[in-house]
Each structure stands twice: as C-alpha cells, then as structure tokens.
C-alpha cells in the first residue's frame, strides 16, 4: 500500500509559480514511476507529468511543457511539481498519483494510487 498527501496548492496570479509537493508512505517509493494529473470542474482528468522511480525520465503534457517540471526526492519519498508561467486554464485540482511500476505513463489506468488532490487556482 502507498499513501499519497499532497500540499502546496493554493491561489496564483497569471504568470505567477506554485510548488506542489506529494508526500508517500511505503517502502517502495523508488521503484515506482510517480505522475501528476488535474482535473478542471466539467472535464476528465488529464495527464500533466510523469517521472520514472529512479528520476531520470520525465514526460510532460504538450500544454505544461516548459513550465512545469517534476521532480522526486528518493531520499524523503516526496515528489514535486514546479509550475511556472501560470496561467488561468491550469486551474484545477491537481493529484498525484504512483504508478505500478518504475516506468513512466501518461495513462490513468496505469496508476493504483492516489492522494487527495490540491486545487490550484490562477487569476486572470
């Protein structure tokens, strides 16, 4: 079992940056791919990133590449997502999830846990 706690959402204005942090429970951090989703109210949930469990593959949404990156700490079994360049269409509420293996998906299905979520939210 993974547990997953999310922090760091909040309010941002357009252009602006926020931190997202995902805190895991369990052993086994470093060998599994972790990956960060949002969904906006009325929409599915999408795929932001994903980070493969020893760190050295990343993957990113087209519509998040070059401002957000992710990364993880192996050490504290925490991953982060760094969102840069806000702007009002990645409001959301943000999740993160672990994947079953240490490869990367951009898949929901290929994810058996997952935290809470934190809304992030950018003003125009």
């Known amino acids: 079992q993974v547990q997953l706690v999310e922090s760091g959402g909040g309010l941002a204005q357009a252009g602006g940056s926020l931190r997202l942090s995902c805190a895991a429970s369990g052993r086994t951090f470093s060998s599994l791919a972790m990956g960060w989703f949002r969904q906006a109210p009325g929409q599915e949930r999408e795929f932001v990133g994903a980070i493969s469990g020893p760190g050295f593959i990343k993957s990113y949404a087209d519509s998040v590449k070059g401002r957000f990156t992710i990364s993880r700490d192996n050490t504290k079994n925490t991953v982060y997502l760094q969102m840069n360049s806000l702007k009002p269409e990645d409001t959301a509420v943000y999740y993160c999830?672990?994947?079953?293996?240490?490869?990367?998906?951009?898949?929901?299905?290929?994810?058996?846990?997952w935290g809470q979520g934190t809304q992030v939210t950018v003003s125009s």
């Open positions: 999830a672990a994947a079953r293996t240490a490869s990367t998906s951009t898949r929901i299905l290929n994810y058996d846990y």
